[in-house]
């Protein structure tokens, strides 16, 4: 896997449109794992608890001012602060759900 596509080439490629990192997903969004950066330490880590690429992740909630975030992988749910979910690079996969209620 190499670099994060540049953002002025998002625009030309459907595909690279839907990669974000895993801070910029929607409440309820899921995305596959593309790749995981940070410290070496946080980043070891990260993969022992199954933050690898291939694996899908969904974004549960956020705390009430933004950090930390819950996610859901692997059936578990794991919170990770903001600057640590914005080394994960993942690829959109759907949108985020809406209630009917709103």
């Known amino acids: 896997m190499g670099r994060p596509v540049p953002k002025r080439c998002r625009k ?3 595909a690279a ?3 974000v990192s895993l801070d910029q997903l929607g409440r309820g969004q899921t995305g596959r794992i593309l790749r995981v950066g940070g410290r070496p330490a946080a ?9 690898v ?4 992740i969904m974004l549960q909630r956020a705390a009430p001012l933004g950090d930390p975030l819950e996610f859901v992988v ?12 914005a080394t994960i690079l993942v690829e959109a996969l759907e949108a985020p759900a809406r209630s009917a209620a709103a």
Not at 43 to 51: F, K, N, P, Q, T
Not at 53 to 56: A, D, L, Q, S, V
Not at 74 to 79: A, E, I, M, P, T
Request: aromatic content about 6%; hydrophobic content about 30%; some cysteine.
């Open 12 to 14: 030309f490629c459907p």
């Open 43 to 51: 980043r070891r880590r990260l993969l022992e608890l199954g933050v």
């Open 74 to 85: 692997k059936g578990y749910h794991l919170s990770l602060r903001q600057r640590e979910a």
């Open 53 to 56: 690429r291939g694996e899908t």
């Open 17 to 19: 449109a839907s990669i």
